[in-house]
């Protein structure tokens, strides 16, 4: 058995929505402040740990030395209204969870851990709607995060539309996945949406203006049943150690 790592909660209140906010911190069982750790926020948050099953993951990936010193942050939605107005580009809250991730967590985790403090050193992910606040937020700040993962995102007219008009390509990583069945997906509206050409309108424009993008389609639908297996991938491409 891995040695487990632990995990430690946090609060943080945000000037920029006027709340306080939960934070989830997993440490590596061997983390040390002599060292010093890429940080990886995933929206969804407690959804990574729980359904992504993200501590077991990263504790068999430290034990066999495999990725780079990685602190993994999870931040909670309160509820599915909650989250739709800060992840959809349409809600409400949206503009402003997006300044609350790179101008108050940012700063925050920068100051409780041994951190990096580059866009390299700085990861985003998250599923569906959770992937698509992660991507509108590292093309609003891309000096501030450099790697961005997005399982399944929700694309809409305005995440093409920013994709279209961002020109600093060669600043962020990106991983970018969707499933061949998600041509129904049940949204939060009670509506339901083709998620699949959307996603291949989104990689075409990536493609197109030479964003540095894993691009994949797995057959399956919109579900943590296919996107908790795909993290050990995720890990692999995206944070497999190497020496800065």
């Known amino acids: 058995m891995p040695k487990t790592g632990t995990v430690k909660e946090h609060q943080l209140y945000s ?30 948050g407690k959804d990574y ?22 602190i993994f942050v999870g931040v909670p939605y309160k509820n599915v209204k909650d989250r739709y107005e800060k992840y959809h580009p349409g809600g409400s809250q949206h503009d402003a969870y997006v300044r609350f991730i790179a101008r108050e967590l940012v700063p925050f985790i920068d100051d ?10 700085r990861a985003l992910i998250g599923d569906s709607l959770a992937g698509t606040v992660s991507f509108q937020a590292a093309l609003k700040y891309p000096n501030t995060f450099g790697r961005v993962i997005m399982q399944s995102p929700l694309v809409n007219e305005d995440v093409i539309e920013n994709a279209q008009k961002f020109t600093d390509v060669q600043l962020i990583n990106f991983y970018h996945i969707i499933g061949t069945g998600e041509t129904s997906v049940k949204t939060t509206n009670g509506s339901e949406a083709n998620f699949l050409e959307p996603n291949r309108e989104l990689h075409q424009v990536m493609k197109d203006k030479n964003y540095s993008v894993f691009y994949d389609e797995f057959n399956g639908e919109h579900s943590w049943k296919y996107w908790q297996p795909d993290l050990a991938r995720v890990m692999e491409k995206m944070f497999r150690k190497t020496s800065y």
């Open 112 to 121: 409780q851990y041994p951190t990096y403090n580059i866009g390299i050193g």
């Open 49 to 70: 740990f729980q359904l992504g099953r993200v501590p077991r993951l990263l504790d068999q990936l430290n034990e066999d030395e495999k990725i780079e010193n990685l």
């Open 15 to 44: 000037e920029a929505l006027g709340e306080e906010m939960n934070l989830l911190v997993y440490l590596p069982h061997n983390y040390s402040p002599l060292y010093k750790y890429t940080v990886l926020i995933a929206q969804d």
